[in-house]
């Protein structure tokens, strides 16, 4: 009579020695130092909120030196233009103790260099489950929000010369021309609208813009 073949036995997988509190300290304070993210932290027990911790691309996002901003409140990176209904969402987010996203006009260093930051505030508690301290993670997002304000403005330039009627969003981000024109991803700029088709030959059905990835449309019953 055959024995019973043994059970595997799962291969042992090698013990990961524990970091001590001071080593994982130092990895943390090391791993915020490298993120090219603006860090803060902020002691929401101390009177008005100072911040207590910044790293390094806090300091180039701000403009200030560490030394400089350490103890003071984040709202010294607000401008007269800041959006106060944006900054009134961030306190009552605070208050309540709850996570929060904006994005805010702040200005940079002495000179006031106006950016635009996408600010991320979490809450910190503590074994209670007290809110103690909120961290601030915050990314200069000026081009994106350059970009999306160009091409409003342009929208809205196009939509008063008559040259690209509002128009009904379909299905995959598409629009459905009007009687006129209409343009589709992205919308046609003014400036070239302006310079070639006011002499261009009507009606037109389909109109391939080279290289833009626009076309122009033109209903033949207009």
Do not use: K
Request: glycine letters at 8%.
């Amino acid at each position: 009579e055959r024995a019973a073949p043994a059970a595997a036995t799962a291969p042992r997988l090698p013990e990961l020695p524990a970091l001590a509190p001071a080593a994982g300290e130092g990895l943390l304070h090391r791993a915020l130092a490298a993120t090219t993210s603006g860090v803060v932290i902020v002691d929401m027990q101390l009177p008005d909120q100072p911040m207590v911790y910044v790293n390094r691309a806090f300091e180039e996002l701000s403009g200030y030196p560490r030394e400089e901003v350490l103890g003071r409140n984040c709202r010294f990176l607000q401008t007269a233009d800041t959006d106060l209904a944006a900054v009134a969402r961030i306190r009552e987010g605070l208050d309540a103790g709850r996570e929060c996203r904006e994005t805010l006009l702040n200005h940079r260093g002495p000179d006031r260099t106006p950016w635009w930051n996408e600010l991320h505030l979490a809450p910190v508690t503590d074994a209670a489950g007290r809110v103690v301290q909120y961290i601030g993670v915050q990314n200069d997002v000026t081009a994106r929000v350059e970009a999306q304000q160009r091409l409003a403005r342009e929208q809205e330039r196009t939509i008063r010369f008559g040259l690209l009627p509002p128009a009904t969003p379909v299905a995959g981000g598409s629009q459905t021309p009007g009687c006129g024109l209409a343009a589709t991803l992205p919308v046609l700029l003014a400036d070239t609208v302006e310079r070639w088709l006011p002499n261009a030959m009507w009606p037109i059905t389909c109109f391939p813009v080279a290289g833009s990835g626009l076309t122009i449309w033109r209903r033949p019953s207009c």
